[in-house]
Every structure is written in structure tokens, then in C-alpha cells.
């Protein structure tokens, strides 16, 4: 009976094991027993690596120049899938407009997806009022 009892006892830590694993690369977060080395791993691993080196604005106007071109080829075209092509040109073209803005040190709202047609407007005003084109 008691070899039973530790086969059982065996099979529950192993299926816990497992959940707690799927857990973790399912949301990234690992097990608690796990997190202090997990984070220490990582503290020790983003220690050494190199800092990147900062894009230079001039490189990131070239970038926002082409995407606007980008957008404006996909909005006059009749390419299958138009709105969802319009949708990631305008996603990109507003990661590297607030790549942008931070470089040349202009506010920068905080947002997930992309930016608002207003948001984006005060972002290429402010811009364009420091001097800067695309």
C-alpha cells in the first residue's frame, strides 16, 4: 500500500512539475521557487550585455521618410489585403516617429499600439517646429 501511495504521491509532483512549466513558457513568468535564481540570472546576463549604440536622427528621418512613402504607395493601391497592410506601414511609421522624437528629445506620449491621428500630428508638429523634416 505504501509503494501506491509514493507512486501517487511521485505522479502529482510530476504533473505539477509540468504545469508549472507550461505556466512559465506560456507566460513568461517562472515558478516561485524559481524566481530569485531566474532573476538573478538575468541581472547577471543584462550586466554584461554591451549597451547599443543610440540611432543617429538623421538615419531615423531617412526611415520615417520612406515609411510615409510606404504608406502613401499602399493607400493608393489595390493590393489584396489593403487595410491590413495600411494598418502595419502605420505602425511602423509610428515606432520610428517616436524613435525619432526621442532622439532629438521632444515628448513622447506612452502607447501600446500605435498613436492617434492627433497624437501623431503633435508629435510631426513638434518636429517640424525644432527644425526637423523627413
Known amino acids: 500500500m505504501r509503494s501506491v501511495v509514493g507512486n501517487v504521491a511521485g505522479l502529482a509532483l510530476v504533473f ?6 507550461m505556466r512559465w513558457v ?3 513568468r517562472p515558478p516561485r521557487v524559481l ?3 531566474v532573476d ?5 546576463v543584462a550586466a554584461r550585455r554591451p549597451r547599443p549604440e543610440p540611432i543617429p536622427p538623421v538615419l531615423l ?5 520612406r515609411l510615409a512613402d510606404h504608406i502613401r504607395y499602399v493607400e493608393a493601391s489595390d493590393l489584396p489585403n489593403k487595410a491590413e497592410r495600411l494598418m502595419a506601414a502605420r505602425l511602423a511609421y509610428d515606432h520610428a516617429l517616436r524613435d525619432y522624437c526621442r532622439a532629438v528629445d521632444i515628448p513622447v506620449p506612452p502607447a ?10 503633435h508629435m510631426e508638429s513638434a ?6 523634416e523627413w
Open 61 to 65: 528621418a531617412l526611415e520615417l521618410g
Open 112 to 121: 501600446i499600439r500605435g498613436l492617434s491621428r492627433e497624437q501623431r500630428f
Open 127 to 132: 518636429l517640424i517646429g525644432a527644425g526637423h
Open 26 to 28: 506560456s507566460t513568461g
Open 35 to 37: 524566481r530569485p535564481v
Open 16 to 21: 505539477a512539475s509540468l504545469a508549472a512549466g
Open 40 to 44: 538573478r540570472a538575468e541581472a547577471f
